[in-house]
């Protein structure tokens, strides 16, 4: 079928717009997703067998979150970029101020495939560690918190990330040697 325009979702300048393939070559740098899956998963919940003979508790969570990018192949404006999630549920602090009981541990890495288009130097990095987690985040915060609800607790939902500020501090720590 030559000559058939197809339709594609892109993010350009930080906004999602429909673009028909083939635009003009000054156009705005362009951020097109492809695939996103899971690339891996792990998690651990600790004294299951109580876990499903008492009524669901609400864990109180900790969350790290981290955003790397890789380049597919050398000199291929294609690129991988994971989210990674670990989370931590605890049961409620003793009242003789031991530490909490652990209930779980997660480790979620949801990833998706990027084409950048028309990017500059400037707008590079943000586009692959801002805007690509920005498309990736819904999915991976879903599959958290099915996770959870599917191991036998209330769901783990939270809210969204400003991945613009994760980038800015992460930019602003030296880099260690």
Not at 5 to 21: I, L, P, Q
Not at 119 to 131: D, Y
């Amino acid at each position: 079928m030559a000559g058939q325009n197809t339709m594609e979702t892109v993010t350009s300048a930080g906004n999602a717009t429909d673009s028909v393939a083939g635009s003009q070559a000054s156009a705005p740098p362009t951020l097109l997703m492809g695939a996103q899956y899971i690339r891996s998963v792990s998690f651990k919940a600790l004294d299951s067998a109580l876990l499903h003979t008492r009524p669901p508790v609400r864990p109180n969570t900790t969350m790290t979150l981290d955003v790397m990018a890789r380049q597919i192949a050398e000199n291929q404006p294609e690129f991988e970029v994971d989210v990674v999630m670990n989370c931590v549920g605890r049961a409620d602090a003793p009242v003789d101020g031991s530490e909490a009981a652990l209930l779980f541990e997660t480790q979620i890495t949801y990833s998706g495939l990027f084409t950048l288009r028309n990017v500059t130097a400037e707008s590079f990095e943000p586009m692959l560690l801002v805007e690509a987690p920005k498309m990736l985040f819904p999915a991976a915060r879903n599959y958290l918190a099915d996770l959870t609800r599917e191991a036998g607790f209330i769901p783990v939902i939270i809210q969204q990330i400003d991945f613009f500020a994760l980038w800015q501090s992460r930019r602003s720590q030296p880099v260690a040697e």
